[in-house]
């Protein structure tokens, strides 16, 4: 700070304001070097979209890996020139580094919360995940090939599912045929398929991403790594009756064939308005000791909304190997005939 | 002579009078008579004695001189142009040939103050540019960060790290170069002109910081750039980009205190 020749300090003026000589501001200038430090805000939740260039979601942060016309990179967007004949490996090798850079510019893992929304038979999926780093509080919604899919689609599936177990993400896992079935009413925007469906599913996980979170990584602690999921969105006392009902006829839709035996955890997060607690608590209670008796672990969560109509999100925890085990033939099939595209190709 | 078209400025009057002993210009004797040159050292006018009297009442010559007009003192003989003009002593000739080296001297002022607020403000813009960046990052810290460092950073490297690494550099940097060239200019400026502009580098930083706490009245902040001689409003500093309209204003300052410190020196 300026100071004049009696040692007085003084940010502003030209007269010290002690004794009224002159203020030098020479040996002060160095000062206007040091920058401020500032806390960037990078809000609670980021969703990194991997293939989904259509999902509209309601995050602090949506990012989206795609492939286009050509390359191009925004902060929101990470778009790359589709290479013809392009294996996931082609796209890694080109692309590795450059979505590694554009990740740390843009905070991707900055945010409490990540939700990486991937088609994993999608190449860009490996491509993604091979640039992730390892982070916390970070859950992986993958569509994964099914034995409809082809071979090809099953390697690249296989792959990046194992790049995802191997750094430690949980996932939530949806088949290619639940995701094309997937068919939900809403209120207000009528039916809802495909890509709009996802979103709509997404738009719920969301609203409950520390309950997600909380769930998901308590699971983690127990060895439980790989989830299916199942839905019921705008639901209604009219259509399903007591929420027992609800709860019993959503978990004949599961995202990945899983029997209830075979489910290691299961947790329940329902989005209905304040007084329909009691009653949904009361059902998820009946529907885990009807289905899942042997769960490790069964937690309910609920959200309080405005809407006459609930959600109801399902969350079943499952065997590391059930998402890859139906995918595997395809994935050695490839890998016999062009060895580069194994696992341990990918970083 | 003629008048000068209407809206254009008349001529200064010449208004130092000095009596020649004689004077040759474009090769032709005069002997005795008047040398006027105006206030601002750039007009010289010629006259003759008239009749027993000696009224100074004929103009022999009127002309401009170029700011870099080569003016020499020999003796009492003065020689500009195609004007050579003995004088009374030599005392009077060296007091007519300053006057007549005003504008070249004036004219390396201007240029002394412009080089001096070039270096100020590209370390002010920088300065100001950092902050304007930094406002961003604190609200939109994946767009700003990404538009700020999107050429520079490399993998790995923490992009608000490299952010500050790369203004702190920008800023030390231009900070030696505007100290260099306020050193420099300062034996041709002054100390008071060179005071001066250390004072509202200094106050027009405070302004940036104030600006970027956002939680200021700025009526301090007015208070001190007035008393440096620049008037403003808050509202015209929460405008885009004050730091170069706040030099702009604060130029007839340092022109002012320059200027004087050259003729009194």
């Not at chain 1, 020139?81 to 740390?104: C, F, N, Q, V």
């Not at chain 1, 045929?177 to 599913?201: C, H, K, P, Q, V």
């Not at chain 1, 709860?247 to 064939?257: N, P, T």
């Not at chain 1, 075979?262 to 997060?269: F, P, Y």
Request: hydrophobic share 40%.
């Amino acid at each position: 700070m300026p100071r004049c020749p009696n040692g007085h300090a003084q940010r502003l003026g030209l007269k010290c304001l002690v004794c009224g000589e002159a203020l030098s501001f020479r040996d002060s200038m160095d000062e206007l070097c040091d920058l401020p430090k500032v806390e960037p805000d990078y809000g609670k939740v980021e969703v990194v979209a991997v293939g989904y260039p259509l999902l509209s979601l309601k995050a602090d942060y949506v990012g989206e890996i795609s492939a286009g016309l050509a390359d191009l990179k925004t902060p929101t967007a990470f778009e790359v020139a589709s290479i013809r004949g392009g294996s996931w490996l082609d796209y890694s090798r080109k692309h590795l580094e450059e979505l590694r850079r554009w990740m740390t510019l843009v905070g991707i893992g900055k945010s409490t919360d990540r939700l990486l929304v991937m088609d994993t038979t999608d190449p860009l999926s490996v491509l993604a995940l091979s640039a992730l780093p390892k982070l916390e509080h970070t859950v992986v919604i993958a569509v994964v090939a099914d034995q409809d899919s082809t071979p090809v689609e099953q390697n690249t599936s296989y792959v990046a599912l194992s790049l995802a177990l191997r750094k430690g993400f949980p996932i939530i896992a949806l088949t290619e045929t639940f995701e094309g079935d997937m068919l939900y009413f809403t209120e207000d925007r009528g039916f809802a398929a495909g890509d709009d469906a996802l979103s709509r599913l997404l738009e719920s996980l969301l609203g409950a991403a520390d309950d997600l979170m909380d769930l998901l990584e308590r699971d983690m602690k127990l060895g439980v790594q790989v989830h299916s999921l199942s839905a019921i969105v705008a639901g209604s006392k009219s259509v399903y009756g007591i929420a027992t009902n609800a709860f019993m006829a959503q978990s004949y839709g599961l995202s990945m064939g899983a029997k209830p035996e075979e489910c290691q955890t299961v947790h329940s997060l329902v989005f209905s308005r304040e007084e329909s607690k009691g009653e949904f608590e009361k059902s998820f209670g009946v529907f885990r000791n009807r289905k899942f008796k042997g769960a490790l672990n069964a937690e309910f969560r609920f959200h309080d909304t405005a809407s006459p109509l609930y959600d109801l999100v399902t969350i079943y925890g499952m065997r590391t190997d059930a998402s890859l085990q139906d995918i595997a033939p395809g994935y050695q099939a490839i890998v016999g005939s062009m060895p580069e595209l194994s696992v341990e190709g990918a970083s | 002579m003629s008048s000068p078209p209407a809206g254009e400025d008349a001529p200064e009057a010449p208004s130092h009078a000095y009596r020649l002993v004689s004077a040759t210009y474009q090769n032709r004797e005069y002997p005795e008579g008047v040398l006027a040159v105006n206030e601002s050292g750039n007009e010289i006018e010629l006259r003759r004695w008239m009749g027993k009297t000696k009224r100074p009442d004929i103009a022999i010559a009127r002309f401009h001189l170029e700011p870099n007009a080569d003016v020499r003192v020999e003796g009492a003989v003065l020689r500009v142009s195609e004007l050579s003009a003995t004088l009374e002593s030599p005392g009077v000739a060296g007091e007519v040939a300053e006057l007549l080296r005003r504008p070249a001297r004036e004219l390396e002022t201007a240029r002394l103050v412009t080089e001096a607020e070039a270096s100020v403000g590209v370390f002010l813009q920088t300065r100001e540019e950092a902050l304007d960046l930094l406002s961003r990052i604190k609200t939109d810290p994946r767009g700003a960060l990404f538009a700020s460092t999107a050429g520079s950073t490399t993998a790995g490297a923490e992009p608000l790290g490299s952010f500050y690494s790369t203004y702190s550099a920008r800023l030390a940097e231009s900070l030696q170069k505007m100290k260099a060239s306020l050193a420099g200019g300062e034996k041709g400026l002054g100390p008071g002109a060179t005071d001066m502009m250390y004072a509202i580098a200094y106050t027009i930083g405070q302004v940036q910081n104030a600006l970027f706490e956002g939680d200021s009245d700025l009526v301090q902040e007015l208070a001190a750039l007035q008393e440096l001689g620049i008037t403003t409003t808050a509202q015209e500093l929460r405008t885009e980009r004050p730091t170069a309209r706040l030099l702009v204003r604060a130029h007839p300052v340092i022109l002012s205190l320059a200027t004087s410190s050259r003729r009194s020196g």
